[in-house]
T-cell receptor, first 111, second 115 residues
Framework: QKEVEQNSGPLSVPEGAIASLNCTYS??????FFWYRQYSGKSPELIMF????GDKEDGRFTAQLNKASQYVSLLIRDSQPSDSATYLC???????????FGTGTRLTIIP | GAGVSQSPRYKVAKRGQDVALRCDPI?????LFWYQQALGQGPEFLTY????????KSGLPSDRFFAERPEGSVSTLKIQRTQQEDSAVYLC?????????????FGPGTRLTVL
């Protein structure tokens, strides 16, 4: 079992709808979780960071964390074509900053 | 500088050649990471520096891979006797210091193609 798992997609969502991206992780000791967005041919950029159970909202983005279920998700409201990208879930190793990434979910917003 | 820079952006090597990839982190950033990203995959950790000290090199795939950061700023990733399986994008990232809550800022990457 991979340490961080994501559905690779592709996930297609109509413009204006809610896109839901999911990630599960295996290390129960994980404390913080990152969502990175990566446009084709570009480097990853951080869009959300969460470390407490529950929801964290930032504009159109909401991260949800459930440590008991070892599950973290990202919701994108009012999806725009510019949201079309690969979304990477990343978990830092406790005591060592290295990030373990999922394979990423490719999201396409359909105009 | 405004962000992490890497050079060259693209590198084509013949199998067996040695290559050197350079990373300039954000000024003042203590932590520096190298990741390898294969097509369609997430980045995979290679190695980690805190200032000039290489604290973790557990992700380096073989002894053909070597990284250094002699003065605690610029870092070089060297690959000796390149193989086709080394073809990937090599990403460098830096962060302001130790701690799993610190954001890692990524450079544009070097796309290495081994023929």
């Amino acid at each position: 079992q991979k340490e961080v798992e994501q559905n690779s997609g592709p996930l297609s969502v109509p413009e204006g709808a809610i896109a839901s991206l999911n990630c599960t992780y295996s290390d129960r000791g994980s404390q913080s979780f990152f969502w990175y967005r990566q446009y084709s041919g570009k480097s990853p950029e951080l869009i959300m960071f969460i470390y407490s159970n529950g929801d964290k909202e930032d504009g159109r983005f909401t991260a949800q964390l459930n440590k008991a279920s070892q599950y973290v998700s990202l919701l994108i409201r009012d999806s725009q074509p510019s949201d079309s990208a690969t979304y990477l879930c990343a978990v830092p190793n406790f005591g060592n900053e290295k990030l373990t990434f999922g394979t990423g979910t490719r999201l396409t917003i359909i105009p | 500088g405004a962000g992490v820079s890497q050079s060259p952006r693209y590198k084509v090597a013949k199998r067996g050649q040695d290559v050197a990839l350079r990373c300039d982190p954000i000024s003042g950033h203590v932590s520096l990471f190298w990741y390898q990203q294969a097509l369609g995959q997430g980045p995979e950790f290679l190695t980690y520096f805190q200032n000039e000290a290489q604290l973790d090199k557990s992700g380096l795939p073989s002894d053909r891979f070597f990284a250094e950061r002699p003065e605690g700023s610029v870092s070089t990733l060297k690959i000796q006797r390149t193989q086709q399986e080394d073809s990937a994008v090599y990403l460098c990232a830096s962060s302001s210091g130790p701690g799993s809550y610190n954001e890692q800022f990524f450079g544009p990457g070097t796309r290495l193609t081994v023929l």
